[in-house]
């Protein structure tokens, strides 16, 4: 079974931001697989880099979108966004130190820290674009 499910909850109304949280949680549920087959310590590594860079890749359309669309709460999900970074660069760095993974523990800890972006700050954007392009 997949780590995280797809919800409809989850779409923000705008289809290029859409296709990338689906292609995210698709990456992240891979990792999970992955390591569920016995995946070797540089593979979990290299997917984590690959997981990073598509997350930052990510993280600047949406802010492109926010700008654009002149969204008031740019500053605040900004924030998150780099908290979130800051975050997964610390898990990052743990793996490189430890030399090791904890599958469980990295698992669950992709899985909160996408979920609970995806259902706050991201789910303000799809009450925000309907507003938008209903006005
Ligand atoms: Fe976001
Ligand atoms: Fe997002």
């Not at 997981?51 to 890749?57: C, D, M």
């Not at 760095?93 to 820290?113: I, K, M, N, P, Y």
Request: charged share 30%; proline share 0%; net charge negative.
């Amino acid at each position: 079974m997949s780590l995280i499910e797809w919800k409809e909850a989850y779409s923000v109304g705008v289809a290029e931001v859409d296709l990338e949280h689906r292609g995210l949680i698709d990456l992240i549920n891979d990792l999970h697989a992955l390591m569920g087959k016995g995946a070797t310590y540089e593979k979990v590594v290299d997917t984590l880099g690959e997981i990073y860079a598509q997350i930052s890749a990510h993280f600047a359309l949406e802010e492109k979108f926010m700008r654009t669309s002149r969204y008031a709460g740019y500053s605040s999900h900004k924030e998150n966004h780099e908290e979130l970074l800051d975050e997964l660069r610390d898990i990052m760095d743990r793996v490189e130190d430890d030399g090791s993974f904890e599958e469980q523990r990295l698992s669950a800890e992709l899985e909160r820290w996408f979920t609970v972006h995806f259902s706050t700050h991201d789910a303000k954007l799809h009450g925000f674009e309907q507003k938008h392009q209903s006005s």
